[in-house]
């Protein structure tokens, strides 16, 4: 099959889950990569091609997510996408001629894939707030959780089938699947130990965590997120690289945002989570509640010394509960997938314009 995979390149969860399928399908398919922002720089680094396409990004103001400036980005964006879809990507994708279309929150492969009546798929957590029906979350967070599923509807608007990673089950609307985390390779092969540091992942600079962190100077934190490289008291700063994997296999715990991707490896790993979701980002907010019903740590609207302490004290309890977590690889979702691929196929039906709308 000729499958056009869209990627969104907010932050590094996407692009790094999106590694193993995309390594699954070049086993078979013939696949082409469009990927904007971070997705884009991470794939090309990786000697893949990829094709760059403009995205809007999601808004934040002081480590707070921004929903309304998150739309006006959208729609301020819009008409620059447009023209760039319907003229340069829709003729590079008419010349690909795809039978499928699979979109990890990208937007410009679900409404093409609509427009053109091309198959999609998608595949990200994020159509959690849409696509499953009794994820729980306090009342108060009523109207980040409506902002967030306007953002995702606007963004993920209509697939033929979603595949939803979650550590936590849930009710699917019709047409979901919900599957296990998708671990990478790297992570898959690692044997965890403890060599008593704790591991600070960080996409959104925590200026106060830092200053907390300090005050266990009995306790090493290494610091990534800051793209620097040196040691402050007890914080070792250190740019992303070949040395993160060891130090997350090693850690004791970790501390980190909420981004689910990063969550799901470290439960993978089993090791204790402390989250500071930012502010008013409901999908990170909804992490960090499934990560603190479960057992496997605990979590702070912001950092705070009383809930740093309780993390500290109670990693054997974290621990204890995240021995009972059974690890599993992607096999499962890969046979899914691959049944799905050719249901679809058998499925498609297009326009009789495209893919000769533009010449070869």
Request: hydrophobic share 40%; proline share 4%.
């Amino acid at each position: 099959m000729r499958i056009a995979y869209y990627i969104q390149g907010e932050g590094s969860g996407h692009v790094f889950r999106s590694l193993p399928v995309i390594r699954h399908l070049q086993q078979s398919h013939q696949v082409r990569l469009i990927a904007n922002n971070k997705a884009y720089k991470v794939l090309t680094n990786l000697g893949y091609q990829v094709a760059k396409i403009n995205g809007s990004s999601l808004a934040y103001n002081n480590n707070k997510m921004n929903y309304i400036k998150t739309l006006i980005n959208f729609l301020e964006s819009s008409p620059e996408i447009l023209k760039m879809v319907f003229s340069k990507e829709l003729k590079d994708l008419a010349k690909f001629n795809p039978d499928l279309i699979i979109s990890d929150f990208e937007p410009t492969g679900f409404y093409l894939g609509n427009f053109l009546r091309i198959p999609v798929i998608a595949i990200d957590n994020i159509n959690l707030i849409t696509q499953c029906k009794n994820f729980e979350y306090p009342i108060k967070y009523l109207l980040h959780f409506l902002m967030a599923k306007l953002i995702t509807k606007t963004w993920s608007p209509s697939a033929n089938y979603y595949y939803v990673p979650s550590f936590i089950k849930l009710k699917t609307k019709k047409n979901v699947e919900l599957i296990e985390p998708i671990i990478r390779e790297e992570i898959l092969k690692l044997s965890p130990i403890d060599q008593g540091h704790i591991l600070v992942y960080l996409s959104s600079k925590t200026p106060h965590l830092l200053e907390l962190l300090k005050k266990y100077p009995q306790k090493e934190f290494y610091v990534f997120g800051y793209d620097r490289e040196y040691t402050e008291e007890n914080l070792h700063f250190r740019k992303y690289g070949d040395g993160f994997t060891k130090l997350f296999e090693s850690a004791s715990a970790v501390i980190a945002n909420g981004g689910f991707s990063f969550i799901s490896e470290a439960i993978y790993l089993k090791k204790p989570i402390y989250s500071i979701p930012i502010a008013k980002h409901f999908e990170q907010l909804l992490n960090a509640l499934n990560l603190e019903k479960m057992g496997y740590g605990n979590w702070s609207r912001k950092a705070n010394e009383s809930d740093l302490i309780k993390f500290i004290n109670n990693l054997d309890y974290y621990r204890k509960n995240l021995g009972e977590f059974q690890r599993r690889d992607n096999s499962s979702f890969w046979q899914s997938l691959d049944n799905k691929l050719l249901e679809l196929k058998q499925q498609k039906e297009r326009f009789s314009y495209f893919p000769q709308l533009y010449k070869r």
